[in-house]
């Protein structure tokens, strides 16, 4: 799976990607950038 990294500013491999769930019922995904290390975040269910 690949998130928008704002350190790198690119597209990047999520590394030890965590389902969460927002307030409003949808889906999201959260983990670190596979480059840098920072935190990544993006809405949708990790495949």
Same mark, same amino acid.
């Given at each position: 799976?690949?998130?928008?990294? %704002? $350190? ?10 965590? #389902?969460?769930? %927002? $307030?409003n ?6 983990g670190?950038?596979? #480059?840098?290390?920072? $935190?990544?975040?993006?809405?949708g269910?990790?495949?």
């Amino acid at each position: 799976m690949q998130a928008y990294c %704002l $350190k790198c500013k690119g597209q990047r491999d999520v590394v030890d990607p965590i #389902e969460k769930t %927002l $307030k409003n019922g949808r889906a999201a995904t959260e983990g670190k950038c596979g #480059e840098c290390g920072s $935190k990544v975040f993006r809405i949708g269910k990790a495949t």
